[in-house]
């Protein structure tokens, strides 16, 4: 094939690792917060540099691990959720969605 | 070639342009200083895609209209989109800067690069123009229009910078008060992170002071029948053995809207809104007759 892909074993070698440098779940990630508060994720770079890998590979294996990180049945939980969430706000407004918390606060309260 | 841009003031090309972006659809318009993308990762800062840059000049607009947000049908804002309104607008601006100033102006594509990164955070480049702040969901509001789309270029032409709201538009005081009381807020009960979702955080002092995002998740939900989608679909075609099922795979709901979505789409799609829906910026604007 012409164009470049990674080798399934560099793949599976290194693909938790550079989801995690990546921030595949963001903590602390956004601009604004303090720089002291901040996490952003590393660039392909310099995940690179850190693991001894070229970018490019890096930059695949990243981009491969995203689309894997969840399987085809996250997709099907997506459209689900999806439905849910707009319809319960359609027919109850903000206390379809936010009822149980309230319960749970009461429930904390009570205890 | 003379630019007209010679004889005119940084402030009166500015307004020209604010009341050009404005006539063309902008709900909102600032301008960001090129060089305050400090925080951006390095490779996708305004300097590096146009060498020069000066300032950045953002507009917003193309709202989803209060009916979309009223419709019990998720599939349907699923299926709108407005953003490339606002790309088209932004296109013009920068049209304008380089026929009657003179100046480069680079739009930013609303696309990724090959490494599936932003060329340039439009997000926060709308920030760093004071058109509004980053939530805790990570749309950029705006106090007065809630969510809406942005589109950025970047030029050499210098501008003087509007710089960040000192006042963020999120956490709104109703969700500070739904915080203080549920230790939660409309969105974050949404798509809460440790129930299965995508997003959490904590607020202090009526501010962000943490966040959370699972973003592989929200890819899920964002481009479920996009580019994402049909690569599961296309892989779960290809590891089956079974000639019917294949079929059946293929001939799927679920397939074929992927399909269409792609075809029919020559813009980003954010395919998910469940948190906006439930967002209380500007809430008064969705309530209509
Ligand atoms: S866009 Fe959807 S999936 Fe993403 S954070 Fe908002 S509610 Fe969750
Ligand atoms: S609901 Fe809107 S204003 Fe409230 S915390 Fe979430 S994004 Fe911020």
Redesign the pocket.
Same mark, same amino acid.
């Given at each position: 094939m012409s164009f470049f892909f990674v080798d399934p074993e560099i793949y599976e070698k290194h693909k938790d690792d550079v989801l995690a440098l990546s921030q595949s779940i963001q903590v602390n990630y956004p601009e604004h917060l303090p720089p002291d508060q901040r996490s952003p994720a590393l660039s392909d770079r310099q995940i690179a540099e850190r693991l001894g890998l070229d970018e490019r590979t890096v930059r695949e294996i990243r981009c491969v691990g995203e689309r894997e990180y969840y399987d085809i049945e996250e997709y099907d939980r997506?459209a689900i959720?999806?439905e849910t969430?707009c319809r319960a706000y359609a027919e109850k407004g903000l206390s379809g969605i936010t009822a149980k918390y309230v319960e749970r606060a009461r429930a904390a309260k009570k205890d | 070639m003379t630019a007209p841009a010679e004889r005119m003031s940084a402030d009166n090309i500015k307004g020209e342009l604010l009341a050009f972006a404005a006539k063309g659809g902008a709900l909102v318009a600032g301008v960001a200083d090129a060089n305050a993308f400090g925080a951006a990762p390095e490779g996708h800062r305004p300097g590096d895609l146009l060498p020069g840059a000066k300032s950045v000049f953002v507009v917003g607009g193309a709202q989803p209209r209060a009916a979309d947000w009223k419709s019990p049908h998720a599939s349907f804002m699923e299926t709108s989109s407005t953003s490339d309104r606002i790309n088209a607008l932004g296109l013009r601006v920068a049209n304008q800067i380089e026929r009657n100033y003179g100046y480069y102006a680079l739009m930013v594509p609303a696309g990724v690069d090959r490494g599936r990164q932003p060329f340039v955070s439009v997000a926060f480049a709308a920030e760093l123009a004071g058109c509004g702040s980053k939530s805790i969901?990570?749309p950029v509001l705006n106090r007065d229009h809630g969510f809406m789309y942005y589109s950025a270029l970047i030029t050499t032409l210098p501008l003087p910078a509007d710089g960040p709201l000192e006042d963020p538009v999120c956490p709104a005081p109703a969700c500070v008060d739904m915080w203080d009381e549920h230790g939660t807020t409309p969105?974050l009960a949404?798509?809460p992170i440790d129930e299965g979702?995508?997003?959490g955080g904590c607020i202090k002092d009526g501010r962000i002071t943490e966040t959370r995002?699972?973003r592989a998740? /929200?890819t899920?939900?964002?481009q479920t029948y996009w580019a994402p989608g049909f690569q599961q679909a296309l892989q779960a075609t290809l590891e089956e053995k079974d000639d019917a099922k294949r079929r059946m795979i293929i001939n799927s709901s679920g397939f074929t809207r992927t399909l269409w979505s792609m075809t029919y789409s020559n813009v980003s799609q954010?395919q998910?809104?469940? /948190?906006?829906r439930v967002c209380p910026v500007a809430r008064p604007k969705h309530d209509l007759r």
């Open positions: 997506a959720f999806k969430q | 969901a990570g969105c949404t798509c979702g995508c997003l995002y699972d998740r /929200c899920t939900r964002a954010g998910c809104f469940e /948190c906006m």
